[in-house]
């Protein structure tokens, strides 16, 4: 039985293999462990990319965090390394909340990601005026839903077909015990770094924020108020999101504990 999630599902090789190829570019080598993280936006990366880094000997730790933004390929493992690694590991998320995550971090702020997407929509909408709704709505549309690695599946991003461990965002205490037991492996909190979270905010749950244009709630942030993800959703919203999102879903019920979805 093969390894890789990917490898044998095309008979291109496999350096033309596009699936397999996403999968290990979004992979990365702990080298004192033999073990390879599987990376996937919005569930900690910043964080455990820093661990990484720090473990590898690149850097001393969160001062010279800013380093792992231009190194994600840095420790991308070979074939080689893949097969070998003792140890594989992946980081889970509620997909709910990694959505409302990508509009109130990506949109709200107008990062590059969001401009990006502005293009694919070429430029049919204006960024102050996108609502969490038009963006969800709009992710049923695979171009778009395909067009980030912040939005697309989570699934995607796995290069196993099984992995050590799989831990979830929403239980990540577990996940920096696990692994300081099992490869010495010390976490390092980068969200002092990123800013990316909503933690330091008062959470707002008084009403339906599913139609707040980005702009209105970059005026909220300021004031250090942010809606909940819970209050992004309307029924509409989460059975969009249960059917674009179906295998992540499966895959987060099968490996981390359902009663964690927000929904």
């Known amino acids: ?30 080298f004192h462990a033999n073990a390879i993280y599987s990376f996937i ?18 850097i001393d730790g969160i001062e010279q965090g800013h380093w792992i933004h231009n190194n994600n390929g840095t420790f991308m493992p070979s074939l080689a390394e893949a097969v070998r690694a003792n140890y594989k590991f992946v980081v889970l998320r509620c ?23 502005r293009d ?5 909408i204006e960024l102050d005026d ?33 992995y050590s461990d799989y831990f979830s965002l929403e239980n990540f205490s577990k996940a920096m015990s696990t692994l300081k037991e099992k490869i010495s492996l010390d976490v390092i909190d980068a969200r002092p770094l990123t800013m990316h979270g909503i933690d330091g905010y008062e959470l707002l749950d008084d009403k339906d924020y599913s139609q707040m244009n980005a702009f209105d709630i970059s005026i909220l942030k300021r004031q250090g108020k942010c809606p909940s993800p819970a209050s992004l959703y309307t029924p509409k919203l989460i059975e969009v999101v249960k059917r674009v999102y179906a295998k992540d879903f499966t895959l987060y019920k099968k490996r981390c504990d359902a009663r964690d979805l927000l929904f």
Request: include cysteine.
């Open 41 to 58: 936006p919005k569930n900690g990366c910043s964080t455990m990319r820093l661990s990484v880094a720090v473990a590898n000997g690149c």
């Open 120 to 124: 694919v929509l070429n430029r049919n």
């Open 1 to 30: 039985m093969s390894l890789f999630k990917y490898s044998s599902g095309s008979q291109l090789s496999l350096p033309k293999n596009d699936q397999h190829q996403f999968a290990m570019q979004h992979a990365m080598t702990l």
């Open 130 to 162: 996108l609502t969490f709704e038009s963006f969800v709505l709009s992710l049923q549309k695979k171009d778009i839903l395909n067009s980030d690695i912040h939005w697309c599946q989570q699934s995607d991003f796995l290069l196993y077909k099984e």
């Open 95 to 117: 997909p709910f909340r990694r959505l409302a995550s990508v509009f109130l971090d990506k949109f709200v702020a107008k990062e590059i990601n969001a401009w990006m997407y």
